[in-house]
């Protein structure tokens, strides 16, 4: 059996700044609160709050005071800033720069979009850390669509300025902008034309990826994809690779492998999302190599 780790998969550069600024702060021992977890996945989790991280939920913040708290890269909306000043909190903040980039851009488009009485759209998931932080640069007026019923919630007779949450797929994003397009000529009857504009704004660490592991898909017969469940760049990667190769399993750590999956002489891919730390996947290789004699005797 042959097996390979996808040198592209990995932590993107926004999660990789993150965890080592925590693991710096972790050093001089005191505790260091973290808004949400740190990273979608449940592993590497484990791993710093072995090292003294403790993750508190958005409902627990407004409890805390006088404590140093660490912003993951998924950012953060401007009424935790304002909460961190009122309650003395030492803000760490490991927001990534795209992220902050893309907070900067809706806030513009939001400020821009008043006069005509405007919509800002955000293709992503309602209730994400990202999104919560985007909306939170609009007064929470941005409307959220994933589904194709959400589209239901926009005027298509009002201009509409579209983004997406950096770590969606492409494909959705371009299949949403259409579906908006098709509403608007739908709705434009008897009217003047209504000003669409849509914002690509998946990070290239997300989108650069997909070809990436298209291919990669392609090289074995077996990929195992490994991923915290809560990951949406996971479930974004992990369809392109089932895509291209129907033997594609998802995993979160070497527990959910089944040996079934395997056949003595096959070639295995190892790959992941921007969350999944290198070791968790090495880990997995070494299990899969450690048991495959069992495949051949
Ligand atoms: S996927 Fe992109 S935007 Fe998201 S944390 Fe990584 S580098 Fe930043």
Known sequence: MRIEIDSNSGYCFGVEFAIQMAEDELLDGEVLYCLGDIVHNDMEVK????????????????????????IRAHGEPPETYKLAMENNLELIDASCPVVLKLQNRVKHAFDK?????????????????????LTGQTKQEAIVVMEDQDLDKIDYTRPITLFSQTTKSTKGFYRIKEL??????????????????????????????????????TLHDVIIFVSGKKSSNGK??????????????????????????????????????????????????????????????
């Open 47 to 70: 791993r710093l709050t072995d090292q003294g991280l403790v993750v508190i939920s958005r409902e627990e913040l407004p409890d805390l005071k006088n404590s140093r708290v660490l």
């Open 113 to 133: 979009i008043q006069d005509q009485k405007g919509q800002i759209v955000i293709y992503g998931k309602q209730g994400h850390a990202e999104v919560i932080g």
């Open 236 to 297: 974004a990667l992990y369809s392109v690779c089932k895509e291209q190769n129907v033997r594609s399993y998802f995993i979160e750590n070497e527990q959910d492998l089944d040996l079934s999956w395997f056949n003595p002489e096959d070639s295995v891919g190892i790959c992941g999302a921007t969350s999944t730390p290198m070791w968790l996947m090495r880990q997995v290789a070494d299990f899969i190599e450690f048991n495959h004699t069992q495949l051949v005797s």
């Open 180 to 217: 908006i397009q098709q509403r608007i000529a739908e709705a434009k009857e008897n009217q003047n034309e209504v000003e669409f504009k849509a914002n690509d704004s998946i990070c290239r660490q997300v989108s650069n990826r997909e070809p990436q592991l298209k291919q990669f898909s």
